[in-house]
């Protein structure tokens, strides 16, 4: 029985020829997680530093109306360190997909999905507390610019806590794909390589230089 050939180092992984398409769905699912990654990071940090509610204090004058003595606000930076844990994301990209392989993936992929699942859950409850921890902060005068003991309004706008959520979102489903696919996945670097589409050159059975003929 013939042995099989030698392989070359230039040729695809074997069993790579069996399932063609099988190398280009790993590929991309990673390249998908590592761009899903740096959106949810994105949106994450530019949502925690967004004002999540607007403090203004207005005083009566008789015959005049209403008078606006101050204002403030309070980013989601403010509530809770939601701009530091977006940015936990990212070195769980840059070192965890780097460093690990194989099911050390999964260690990435549970970290990313308990990243995401903090930042969506403490962005849901900051928002849905943000009214009253200004107004309380505003009636201790702990928001330079509200004087103390004046009435005040609290205006919550909704951007920031969605970017937040949408970052954390994200972020959890990068972890999952991960888990499904991460141990599969290659090295950062191979990742974005095409693969060779021409055979590679094959040396001379002589080793001699190609211009020493007879």
């Known amino acids: 029985m013939a042995e099989p050939a030698a392989g070359h180092p230039g ?3 074997a069993g ?3 399932y063609p398409g099988a190398t280009g769905r790993v590929r991309r699912s990673l390249q998908v997680t590592l761009a ?3 959106a949810g990071v994105l949106l994450a ?3 925690a530093g967004r004002p999540w509610a607007r403090v203004s204090t207005a005083v009566d004058l008789p015959g005049l109306g209403r008078a606006r003595l101050g204002g403030a606000e309070l980013t989601g930076n403010d509530l809770a360190p939601l701009g530091g844990l977006a940015l936990l994301g990212l070195v769980l990209l840059l070192v965890g997909v780097a460093v ?3 099911r050390g993936r999964w260690a990435v992929g549970l970290a990313l999905l308990a990243l995401g699942a903090v930042l969506t859950v403490q962005a849901l409850a900051g928002a849905a507390g ?3 921890e200004a107004a309380d902060r505003a009636r201790r005068g702990e928001l330079q610019g509200v004087p103390a003991g004046t009435g005040t309004q609290v205006a919550t706008p909704p951007a920031g806590p969605a970017l ?3 970052g954390g979102l994200l972020l959890a489903a990068a972890g999952v794909e991960a888990l499904r696919r991460g141990p599969r996945w290659p090295a950062l670097g191979d990742a974005f390589r095409a693969p060779p589409d021409r055979a590679q050159p094959q040396p001379t059975g002589d080793g001699e230089p190609p211009w020493q003929g007879d």
């Open 11 to 13: 040729d695809p992984p």
């Open 16 to 18: 790579a020829g069996r």
């Open 36 to 38: 899903a990654v740096v």
């Open 45 to 47: 940090a530019v949502g």
């Open 100 to 102: 690990t392989r194989g």
């Open 130 to 132: 943000a009214r009253a």
């Open 164 to 166: 937040v959520v949408a």
